[in-house]
């Protein structure tokens, strides 16, 4: 019987490859013009560090993270996110001793979460960290990193949504008014949101079924309870991104519901995707790196799903068609040309020339029908009489037209034909 792949991955077949080397390929690009450097760090880490680094009580800790223990009875995690993994190669390689480190990865993330489109228990992340800066000049560097990105690629209708979620002075005074606000509505919480307010009150603003509800509208802003340093903060990431000519709206609701998150919250959206709309996501952590055990240090970056990305190129047909078309096919006569046929397809490949041979010993009118099916523009037939005097008869497939040359000459007549 066989085995499959299991539930929530996906085989990223070859004619898929080409469109996700093409998106790995903008990134680099972008971050290159934006001076991040990239990253890449292990797929497993110590499960602490993402207990300390997301926390306990989150949904992601208490049911999405895929743990082992291994031969060293050591529980191990493969990461769930890589912010966390960031900030931990940042301290332990001391790369702040640079002042502020720009930088950027790509890679696979695992969470036990229901698979729907464009989001899969293996999905992959494109992530910018910034580490080190306070100025809010930062924050709206990220986000327009990640709007460039976005837009870069051709999508539209995407909007930009940004909040503020205060700071330890001042997030408490609201946390306190919404536990007060939510346990008045209480009995119409869902089973999550009643968890939550006792732990963590702000993420009730974000759920998916809670948030539809109308009692929401009435909940307390966050405004109301900022302190002067987050107001500050907040005007000014608006004041650059107004003077970058990018459009923003302010939701009150948009939360980053862990403690180490400060002040700026983003979010990227993309309508067509529906109830999963969100390609990109991020925030302000200047608490992060004293809780995973370095000093207390600024920091702000963003994640967007490079599955969700793609699902949203195809439903702009944004994904280009991919061209599979080879210069030449060799075509073999027989066993005894078979070693001068495939010396010249090598050649050809080592002077950066595609090229193919069909191994299955068939006859050479099948070869070239197998030349015509593969979309090479020239088949170069090799018999007897060509080994025999060094040549090569080659075929131009689109116009039927062939000659014989030396096989020296092959290269400049498929390049320059």
């Given amino acids: 019987m066989l085995t499959n792949a299991p539930r929530g991955t996906k085989d990223?077949?070859?004619?898929?490859?080409?469109?996700?080397?093409?998106?790995?390929?903008?990134?680099?690009?972008?971050?290159?013009?934006?001076?991040?450097?990239?990253?890449?760090?292990?797929?497993?880490?110590?499960?602490?560090?993402?207990?300390?680094?997301?926390?306990?009580?989150?949904?992601?800790?208490?049911?999405?993270?895929?743990?082992?223990?291994?031969?060293?009875?050591?529980?191990?995690t493969l990461r769930p996110e890589n912010t966390?993994?960031?900030?931990?190669?940042?301290?332990?390689?001391?790369l702040y001793v640079k002042g502020l480190a720009k930088l950027f990865y790509i890679g696979s993330m695992f969470r036990y979460d229901r698979p729907q489109a464009g989001r899969l228990r293996e999905f992959h992340q494109f992530g910018v960290e910034a580490l080190g800066e306070k100025n809010p000049a930062v924050d709206a560097e990220i986000i327009l990193l990640a709007w460039d990105f976005l837009r870069g690629l051709g999508l539209d209708d995407l909007t930009l949504k940004i909040n503020t979620v205060g700071c330890p002075a001042c997030r408490p005074i609201y946390r306190r008014k919404l536990t007060e606000f939510f346990t008045e509505e209480a009995d119409e919480l869902c089973s999550d949101c009643r968890r939550r307010l006792e732990k963590n009150p702000l993420r009730i603003l974000d759920c998916k079924i809670d948030g539809l509800k109308d009692f929401m509208d009435d909940a307390p802003k966050i405004e109301t309870c900022l302190c002067d340093e987050c107001r500050e903060h907040f005007n000014g990431v608006k004041k650059f991104l107004t003077a970058a000519g990018v459009a923003f709206t302010i939701d009150n609701r948009l939360v980053r519901g862990l403690d180490y998150y400060t002040k700026t919250a983003f979010e990227i959206q993309y309508a067509p995707l529906g109830a999963q709309s969100a390609v990109a996501g991020g925030g302000r952590y200047d608490g992060l790196i004293k809780e995973i055990g370095g000093d207390d240090t600024p920091a702000v970056g963003f994640a967007a799903g490079l599955e969700r990305i793609l699902l949203a190129l195809e439903l702009q047909n944004l994904l280009p068609a991919q061209d599979k078309k080879i210069a030449a096919f060799v075509v073999s006569g027989g066993a005894a040309a078979d070693v001068y046929a495939f010396k010249l397809l090598t050649d050809l490949r080592r002077q950066n020339i595609t090229a193919a041979m069909d191994f299955g010993g068939k006859s050479m009118k099948a070869q070239m029908k197998a030349a015509a099916k593969s979309g090479a523009k020239f088949a170069l037939i090799v018999g007897e009489d060509e080994v025999a005097n060094s040549t090569v008869t080659v075929k131009n497939l689109e116009t039927a037209a062939q000659e014989v040359v030396p096989v020296a000459s092959v290269p400049e007549k498929i390049i320059c034909p």
């Avoid at 602490?48 to 049911?63: A, N, P, S, Y």
């Avoid at 966390?84 to 001391?94: C, E, P």
């Fill in 84 to 94: 966390a993994s960031v900030v931990r190669a940042y301290l332990q390689n001391k």
């Fill in 12 to 76: 990223i077949l070859p004619e898929q490859t080409p469109n996700w080397l093409r998106l790995e390929n903008k990134i680099r690009e972008l971050c290159k013009l934006y001076g991040y450097e990239e990253i890449r760090t292990p797929t497993f880490e110590h499960t602490e560090l993402f207990l300390r680094g997301i926390g306990e009580g989150t949904d992601v800790v208490d049911k999405e993270m895929y743990t082992f223990t291994d031969r060293g009875d050591r529980s191990i």
